[in-house]
């Protein structure tokens, strides 16, 4: 038998610090900006967001199993990933779906996947939803930043609810 999750392990090793939840993941999050946590030296997620993110997901009928959260700066003005590793990190995981939880993530997508389909660029705007190689792609408007706001945490509560299982 084949052991799928040893040979993902493998294959994302090198992504392992900006990397939290399942290898074998259907929905892939994608976190532009570091927060609190992980500026303080926390893992990916690990803060107030990650939770929130976590219990959003589990209401919207996804497991622990099918999440994993990607962050691609670890420090403040700092990029951990290049669109190329961003795109092989996709493709090595495979989602069925990517939701971007800030611009920043947006932005990065976007230059991730923009050889491949350039039509998607349009549509995928801010809290926008799009499709790119099979993937639907979900745009999330300041996931983070929402959570203090309840005005926000309702406009991207409406947004995040758009990709369910």
């Known amino acids: 038998m084949i052991d799928l999750r040893a040979g ?20 892939l999050t994608v976190k532009g900006v570091a927060g609190a946590a992980e500026q303080a030296g926390g893992a990916p997620f690990s803060g107030e967001d990650g939770s929130a993110l976590k219990k959003s997901l ?6 622990d199993e099918d999440w994993c959260g990607v962050l691609l700066a670890l420090a403040p003005n700092t990029t951990t990933l290049t ?3 961003l795109r092989e990190l996709c493709e090595i995981i495979d989602p069925t779906a990517i939701i971007t939880l800030d611009e920043v993530a947006r932005q990065a997508v976007v230059k ?3 050889s491949t389909e350039e039509g998607f660029l349009a549509e995928f705007t801010a809290g926008a939803e799009s499709k790119v190689l099979g993937r639907r792609l979900i745009s999330v408007d300041g996931f983070e930043a929402s959570l203090a706001d309840p005005h ?3 406009r ?3 947004q995040l609810k758009r990709c369910v299982p």
Do not use: N
């Open 8 to 27: 993902l392990t493998i294959q994302l090793a090198p992504y392992a610090a900006c990397l939290a939840g399942s290898p074998l993941a259907r929905v």
């Open 58 to 63: 589990a209401v919207l009928g996804w497991s």
């Open 83 to 85: 669109p190329g590793e």
């Open 112 to 114: 991730a996947f923009v």
């Open 152 to 154: 926000a945490k309702q």
């Open 156 to 158: 991207v509560w409406a």
